[in-house]
């Protein structure tokens, strides 16, 4: 860090990168650089802008002296890169440029993090250098500083989050308005809250990149995307979020990442799925596009981070978080806590992940039929909390039962022999229930 | 802070007080000194537990061996100094000596901090000593964290906060059981939630002291307990509490603290008082004993911290938060952020504080009553956003009005008048609306 620590109070910021959050920065860089300067003694420089297209229309506070297409140039005189170009490439090898040789990193690059994250933190720790990533998660929500620092006095049991605004509002329309998952897809799509293709939204991968990251941090532990199996929410019906409410439940899509124990072993467990809450939990109240993280630990018990996952002005607002910090660091010394993995507990499979599910069966309206569908949960050792049955229209009945705490293993053991019952027509609905 | 510095990674660590959560911060630190160690390569030694009996009977985790009487003396030998004695003496004394020798301070004392903050500042100023105070504002909810560091890159507009559990507790049972104040503070006590004497809490003086410390770090501007203007919840009844369901809101004990212009001139107003929160803001789902805290800022929009407000277990966490970040910075250099007083904008009284109230009158039911009420408030230059009118059972109407925004003051003049009005019998209630 030594070649890169300024000492005359001057902190040079080079920013990767100028769409709807990089203009942001800038107009932020420009309007409070004078109260950081008077907070904290760092003069934040911006030296240079790295865009693909230096001749592109501009928001009209961006300095278009600073505009470069040469990023390396830009990356080899900043003290503190901003990455906000996304995807994995060029970011990647500009990202890990920057750490080797020193620099403060700040970045919100969720996938890059998510698929690269061990040799980011490699590099991080090469150089001697600082790597941020609040914007990564949940936009303005300051959970990765909450985790990474604020929590290092405790022991996490429990991350719940409603990380992607987009989900999460789609599914409160279908809730508050009864509209079907095409509808408030649609919708979104017209309010700018869902791309053209919905598919990293809608089928939970971005869910997943940020289920990755904040396991890595609860836990100390390096979780990758790919060891997070992920649901979408594709397949959720209006019917769906009309019997939630009857249960007094809320559909919402969860990033979820557990301590699990199997064998007197300490594992964990990530997992990203759609799940009914109960309308008290405080995730339950989180509208519209707003994220929320629920972060359960032994001393603190439950706290919740809520604010905008997304926009430009809200993720500059954390870029700039990260960036006062770094500066600060610079000038005062000091250095960002590095990647923890000391734990390294091993990612446990269904067996040893706990889990509650809300099944809807069709059913023949015969006698023994309940007696049989208890006596398979019963069989795989699964307890009951709660039964609802109906008679549906066609004559014959429906029933929705919803599970005490089993393991995933024995709750797919369980729905795979109710599906071979004779008694029953139809599997309607396998959903998880969280928050309980 | 060099002769406070170690050189060996071992960090000692004096505890001033060993009640409810210094009890289970000895429990902490014994159960995850050695993961802090290996995360962060600080080693917190315990050197000395300050108690006022050593011969007091303690929890059983805690080493009889460390308790001594001497709190100066331990003050002397140790490098992080918690502070859990709480009230101003002997408290202040020993923190003084403490930041003034160098050593960092981590405090949950609310009252000397509100009362006393400039001069434990200045201290820390004079020792280049660092000050942390998590614990000092909603237990384990990382508030002061996230407005000391996580918005140091945004401009806060308003803080909102419920940061007493008692009293929310109080008016939770209030709204959900119909119980009377006298009623739900009962059974408060005899839970365990309030005091014997509630004063502090229900009267909003521990609110208080928390909004003036809010109000510091939101604002950068020095707030002493004795700038809140204070309203408790003594007053409030079941029928309050009944019309605000019907209005579509729910009663709170807020401390509030704003951003506020008069004349051109940028200041700031804090108040505790109770308030109608609309049923969909994400505080009106903050139930029991729960606290949480509203910041509204420029770039990042509205976010909102949640966690337990008080008990032994979260605010040790918070404590240890503090403990955990201090050690860092003892072994790898840097300091905790330092009072940041530079925007020392002015306190505006009742003329430039925005303000929305409900107001509750009986009635002649009269022609020309309605007018005239509406008239009292157009005149004030108020104006109305809802009116409801009922016939009460003795044959008068029943009037509950909700203004849209306008100034405390207008607001004050408007109900002054209307309490001379000839219709008017009684004003019943006069109550805050926040979180529009």
Chains 1, 2 share one sequence.
């Not at 709807?20 to 420089?45: F, K």
């Not at 199997?262 to 008290?280: D, F, K, N, Q, W």
């Not at 954390?318 to 000091?334: E, F, I, M, P």
């Amino acid at each position: 860090m030594t070649e890169n620590r300024p000492t005359d109070g001057v902190v040079r910021v080079g920013l990767l990168g100028c769409g709807t959050v990089g203009s942001q920065v800038v107009r932020l860089l420009r309007e409070h650089g004078d109260d950081w300067a008077a907070r904290s003694g760092a003069h934040l420089e911006l030296v240079g802008i790295a865009v693909r297209d230096t001749a592109a229309e501009r928001d009209p506070w961006v300095p278009r002296d600073l505009l470069t297409d040469d990023a390396e140039g830009l990356v080899g005189r900043a003290d503190v890169v901003i990455e906000l170009i996304g995807g994995i490439e060029p970011a990647r090898t500009l990202v890990l440029r920057a750490l080797r040789s020193g620099a403060t990193v700040v970045t919100g690059n969720k996938a890059l993090l998510a698929a690269h994250g061990p040799e980011l933190h490699a590099a991080a720790e090469a150089g001697d250098a600082d790597l941020y990533y609040e914007a990564a998660v949940a936009g303005a929500v300051p959970v990765v500083y909450g985790l990474r620092e604020s929590l290092a006095g405790d022991k996490i049991t429990a991350v719940l989050g409603i990380v992607n605004g987009t989900t999460n509002y789609i599914l409160d329309e279908m809730a508050t308005r009864g509209l079907s998952f095409d509808q408030a897809l649609s919708q979104a799509q017209e309010l700018g809250y869902a791309e053209a293709d919905p598919t990293a939204d809608v089928d939970g991968h971005d869910a997943a990149a940020k289920a990755a990251i904040l396991a890595s941090l609860a836990f100390h532990t390096r979780v990758g995307i790919d060891d997070v199996p992920v649901t979408g929410i594709r397949h959720i019906t209006a019917e769906d979020m009309a019997e939630a409410r009857e249960t007094g439940h809320v559909m919402k899509l969860l990033a979820v990442a557990r301590r699990t124990v199997s064998g007197g072993t300490e594992g964990i467990s990530v997992r990203v799925h759609p799940a009914l809450v109960p309308a008290a939990h405080p995730l339950a109240a989180v509208h519209g596009a707003f994220n929320a993280v629920v972060v359960e630990s032994e001393s603190a018990g439950r706290l919740m981070f809520y604010g905008q996952g997304a926009g430009g002005a809200p993720t500059a607002s954390a870029v700039l978080s990260d960036v006062v910090a770094a500066a600060n660091h610079k000038v005062h010394g000091g250095h960002a806590p590095r990647e923890s993995t000391y734990a390294e507990l091993p990612l446990h499979g269904p067996d040893a992940t706990a889990a509650r599910t809300q099944v809807q069966l069709r059913l023949a309206h015969a006698p023994g039929t309940l007696a049989a569908v208890a006596g398979v949960y019963g069989e795989e050792g699964v307890s009951i909390d709660s039964v609802r049955q109906q008679r549906s229209a066609d004559g014959v009945a429906q029933l929705t039962i919803i599970s005490d705490v089993s393991t995933e293993a024995a709750l797919e053991r369980t729905v795979a022999r109710l599906a071979e019952e004779p008694h029953v027509h139809e599997v309607i609905s396998v959903t998880r229930v969280e928050g309980a």
